[in-house]
């Protein structure tokens, strides 16, 4: 992986890309278990997959989103932020190639 | 040197997976010191093929907690008369390993892990910009003009060793006790039933155990997902790079936190670095131009004199990173199913430590008191063992 498409800029070297982890749903805090909140706060998925994560492009400042192969090192689509809001397609049916967030809102 | 076996018997007392240092010292403690013979070392690659032919051999206690001080320093303790104990030449020596400060919060840092180090009978010192001038021939004090050194943190029984002869004598030692070695063997499932382990399956065949140690590194959470257990663990691949053999100068181990540099002086002469991690998560260990010119340019801030010295090759392997950069060791919630890992970039030193107290979980299904504080529950609790300080550079 050396260059990666951010979705307000377009392609750039990696090296201008800050990675900031998998995106994680937070439990409830007033209604879940403590066993439930420390595994959010602690816990990873630590095995080698497609995760969606946060990126930030460090010369514009713009966090978005990246599907990423952490197995392979590939980015299979990346998106807005504002795409997690809507509800990120599931992460199989993305990586097989389905749904996708629709071209007309990527950058060109 | 090691015996080969055709097939897999159908039961074990205890399987380990993992035939790098610390499954291979786990299994020679367990039969020298436990009277547990009946054992399989399970390998997919080679032996010592993982972080122990891939770490940059550095052997250090000058941690930062109580719970890591005397932990590391029960290991330099043992590395002393290792070689002795395998008839096998280690190439273990004590060389001094500088932690360099080029700010005075970094310098604070030292301060704080030399009390610590001193109060556990530990030889460190904060030492003055003038002793690391005389300590290390050669060295750009102003760092290029833009990190000055200030001083350091002394650390005198600081050593390197070789990494490979390491695995080979543990795993000699324990063949010739009874244990039986098998490479090119990998797990593919554990069973459990009840919430306890039964058995492994391999693509060799399956096979029966009451008892199970996980010692694989950057491939830990691949195999927890077998026994549905979830850790903090995060793999980020770490790269290493040997230059040319040049005449020997560099004695001791230098470290820069600041600069993101470890470097020392192999007996051939070439110049072992490392430096941090790669900045996301990867399940592979390709190697990066990247890598190389930035820890290059960082080298010659501290030494200008190399710039004409050339890299022979450059590597990486799989770090299992923790929050807290302490280890995950012990027993676990399924019985019978113990855990070495969360060695993240620090644990080729751990080797002998870790086979010795793992030795003794496994035997007796209770966590040893030299790894109390490095327990898996110690997330929940919210009780972190914090060595960030103490890491080699700023990962």
């Not at chain 2, 030399?114 to 910009?129: I, R, Y």
């Not at chain 2, 795993?171 to 063997?185: F, L």
């Amino acid at each position: 992986m050396k260059l990666m498409v951010c979705p307000l800029n377009g392609p750039r070297p990696v090296s201008e890309f800050a990675y900031g982890g998998e995106i994680r749903l937070s439990p409830d805090p007033d209604t879940c278990t403590d066993a439930e909140w420390s595994s959010y706060v602690f816990n990873r998925s630590g095995s080698p997959g497609v995760k969606y994560e946060w990126w930030c492009h460090i010369a514009s400042g713009f966090w978005f989103i990246a599907l990423r192969d952490t197995a392979r090192d590939i980015v299979v689509e990346t998106f807005p932020a504002e795409a997690a809001r809507r509800g990120l397609p599931p992460v199989g049916a993305a990586a097989d190639g389905g749904t996708r967030v629709p071209a007309s809102e990527r950058p060109p | 040197m090691f015996t080969h076996h055709e097939s897999l018997k159908p039961a074990y007392d205890v399987v380990i997976i993992g035939a790098g240092g610390h499954g291979l010292a786990s299994a020679y403690y367990l039969a020298r010191d436990h009277g547990i013979r009946n054992i399989a070392v399970l390998e997919k690659g080679y032996i010592g093929g993982g972080n122990t032919g891939r770490n940059t051999t550095i052997i250090r206690s000058n941690y930062l907690t109580p719970e890591g001080v005397r932990f590391y320093d029960e290991s330099v303790r043992l590395w002393q008369d290792l070689g002795e104990d395998f008839d096998l030449n280690l190439f273990y020596s004590t060389r001094g390993h500088y932690t360099l400060a080029h700010t005075d919060s970094a310098m604070r840092t030292m301060r704080w892990r030399a009390e610590v180090n001193k109060h556990f009978g530990v030889q460190s010192e904060a030492v003055d910009a003038a002793f690391v001038r005389r300590g290390i021939p050669g060295i750009d004090m102003s760092c290029g003009g833009h990190a000055p050194i200030l001083g350091a943190l002394f650390h005198a029984p600081g050593a390197i060793a070789r990494h490979d002869a390491v695995a080979w004598g543990y795993g000699r030692g324990a063949d010739r006790r009874g244990v039986e070695i098998h490479q090119q063997t990998e797990v593919t499932g554990i069973r459990v039933q009840g919430g306890r382990v039964v058995g492994v399956d391999t693509t060799r065949g399956s096979l029966a155990t009451p008892r199970v140690l996980c010692a694989v590194a950057g491939f830990t959470p691949r195999i927890l997902d077998m026994v549905n257990l979830k850790t903090p663990i995060y793999v980020h691949p770490l790269q290493a790079m040997v230059s040319e053999p040049v005449k020997a100068w560099l004695d001791p181990i230098i470290v820069s936190g600041s600069l993101h540099v470890y470097v020392s002086q192999s007996a051939r002469g070439e110049l072992v670095m490392g430096a941090s991690l790669d900045p996301y998560e990867l399940h592979q260990t390709r190697a990066t131009l990247d890598f190389v010119e930035g820890l290059s340019s960082h080298m010659l801030d501290m030494f200008p004199f190399l710039s004409d010295v050339k890299v022979n090759r450059q590597w990486a392997g799989l770090s299992d990173m923790t929050p807290d950069f302490a280890p995950i060791m012990g027993v676990t919630p399924v019985e019978g199913f113990f855990l070495d890992a969360g060695w993240g970039t620090w644990g080729f030193k751990a080797t002998p430590v870790c086979g010795k107290t793992m030795s003794h979980t496994v035997a007796t299904g209770q966590n040893h008191p030299l790894i109390g504080g490095f327990t898996m529950d110690r997330f929940a609790r919210y009780q972190l063992t914090g060595e960030k300080g103490a890491a080699s550079v700023g990962h």
